[in-house]
């Protein structure tokens, strides 16, 4: 069965900082492309952070860049997204993708985890 779990959400001041992890199990982690989004209230979900299956290369939102850093573990079938210099507007339900590198209809969600950033 294909399961992914996020964790680490929380509050947090502005300036602060989160690592948030997913664990995934139930298909090949390896040979998928993995990445974040975030869907805030009133708001669509967005893309924030992406790594890929082969060369593990990432990309970002341009509201992200700088202060978020996606990195993956293979071993250990996890992804994480650590999140610096948090503001405000980070503030959202994160969720956990994984999308097959040759299938795309072979794609999963988590469940989310809620960031809250505020004074």
């Known amino acids: 069965q294909v399961e992914l779990v996020e964790s680490g959400g929380g509050s947090v001041q502005p300036g602060g900082s989160l690592r948030l992890s997913c664990a995934a199990s139930g298909f090949s982690f390896s040979r998928y492309a993995l990445g974040w989004y975030r869907q805030a209230p009133g708001k669509e979900r967005e893309l924030v952070a992406s790594i890929f299956s082969v060369s593990s290369s990432s990309a970002y939102a341009d509201s992200v860049k700088g202060r978020f850093t996606i990195s993956r573990d293979n071993a250990k079938n996890t992804v994480y997204l650590q999140m610096n210099s948090l503001k405000p507007e980070d503030t959202a339900v994160y969720y956990c993708?994984?999308?097959?590198?040759?299938?795309?209809?072979?794609?999963?969600w988590g469940k989310g985890t809620l960031v809250t950033v505020s004074l």
């Open positions: 993708n994984a999308v097959h590198w040759v299938y795309s209809d072979r794609n999963y």
